[in-house]
């Protein structure tokens, strides 16, 4: 059976895999710098044969066929970059590269991508349609490497019927996957706002606007939009996350700098909010004798794992590991550039556990100390072979 043959395969080349993923991690880039990570994606590619073409500067796609390629098209992928963090775990692939680490789990997404890739190519006589390999970069930074591999067309040529990504789950004991069906994490957007005044002596508050205080009450007044405007049923967060200004005590900026997140997961809501931000901001500010430069820079959108898609991966899910092995993963305020996918094709992300208290691996992501047991790697790449190989839209 097929699935035997896929999980044989995955034990077979364990530790090439288990290596793989650590020659990654030691080698960390961050957004649109993965030149190492995109060339050593394209040489493995290469040494399987499997034809593929560079988009957005270091992006990968590739396309493996299997018997009848236009009956079925599925597309997998993974995200490659790093983040600006000093890692702390004192391991034998620690991170090389000074203040950058794989502190998200994208080594392991992309090993877990390269792994099924290699599987699909060996196994192509023995399933239907096309899969497609999408290696994205800049999943971290803004506008988000999937938008510029959109641009680039990453779904074209063929257009896939369905797209499947994973994220690593430290909350969730290894063995485990969880899925959801809807909405499942939020759109990000950043918020940059300027409150500028003459300045002037502490003293003489009278003969200046204070941007201190300005920004304080600009700061409370923020979350009354999320409070008294927001359907409470619908999730959604405004969090101002840096206040910058001043330099003593006793001098009156005339400059203030905040800078925040606001999260969402309904698109209307979300750019009525954007209004409301600037308006509150300006007309505030402006009230208690300052001026006010308001920036939302738009993000990412909402993930929408779609239901029909999503049922079908849960249940491919429940005969390949057994139901006591499947959980429903929860809402997250967290954002992830695969939204971008989710809202032009049918789209599921799903997460892998990856945790293990036992071994210490306890840590969340973006955290210096975060890791992963690696026995999640040959879990994951046989998944996204399973679902490469089988799911059907």
Avoid at 39 to 65: C, H, M, R, S, Y
Wanted: charged share 25%; hydrophobic share 40%; aromatic share 8%.
């Amino acid at each position: 059976m097929l699935r035997e043959k896929i999980r044989s395969l995955s034990e077979q080349y364990q530790q090439e895999f288990i290596q793989a993923r650590r020659h990654i991690h030691t080698h960390p880039e961050l957004s649109y710098q993965e030149f190492e990570t995109s060339q050593f994606i394209q040489q493995k590619l290469n040494d399987w044969n499997i034809p593929f073409e560079v988009k957005a500067t270091t992006g990968v796609v590739g396309l493996i066929e299997g018997k009848n390629p236009a009956s079925r098209i599925i597309a997998l992928r993974a995200d490659i970059d790093a983040l600006p963090i000093h890692e702390e775990n004192e391991v034998d692939y620690k991170s090389v590269n000074e203040g950058v680490m794989h502190a998200c789990g994208h080594d392991v997404h992309t090993t877990c991508l390269l792994g099924a890739a290699k599987i699909l190519q060996e196994l192509k006589d023995e399933w239907e349609g096309t899969v497609k390999l999408i290696f994205q970069p800049g999943e971290e930074k803004n506008p988000g490497g999937a938008s510029l591999m959109i641009k680039d067309g990453a779904l074209e040529n063929p257009k896939p019927q369905g797209i499947f990504g994973l994220h690593v789950h430290p909350g969730l004991p290894l063995g485990k996957l969880s899925f959801r069906k809807g909405r499942v994490m939020a759109s990000a957007d950043e918020i940059y706002i300027t409150i500028k005044s003459k300045g002037g002596h502490a003293a003489a508050p009278h003969l200046t606007a204070d941007t201190i205080l300005i920004a304080s009450q600009l700061i409370v007044s923020l979350q009354q939009i999320i409070s008294r405007n927001n359907d409470p049923f619908s999730p959604s967060v405004l969090s101002i996350c840096s206040i910058q200004g001043g330099h003593t005590t006793n001098v009156i900026p005339s400059e203030v700098k905040l800078k925040g997140t606001f999260r969402a997961m309904d698109e209307q809501w979300r750019r009525k909010a954007h209004g409301l931000i600037k308006k509150q901001s300006e007309e505030l500010v402006h009230a208690m004798g300052a001026e006010a430069d308001v920036l939302i820079d738009v993000g990412y959108p909402f993930v929408d794992n779609d239901s029909k898609l999503t049922e079908v991966a849960w249940q491919l899910a429940n005969e390949y590991w057994g139901k006591e092995n499947v959980e429903e993963t929860e809402i997250r305020m967290g954002a992830e550039d695969f939204g971008y996918y989710t809202h032009l094709v049918p789209g599921c992300f799903y997460r892998l556990g990856v945790r293990n208290e036992e071994k210490g691996i306890i840590h969340n992501v973006h955290t210096p100390k975060f890791n992963v047991d690696e026995g999640a790697i040959t879990n994951g790449i046989q998944m996204m072979a399973w679902l490469g190989a089988k799911a059907a839209v």
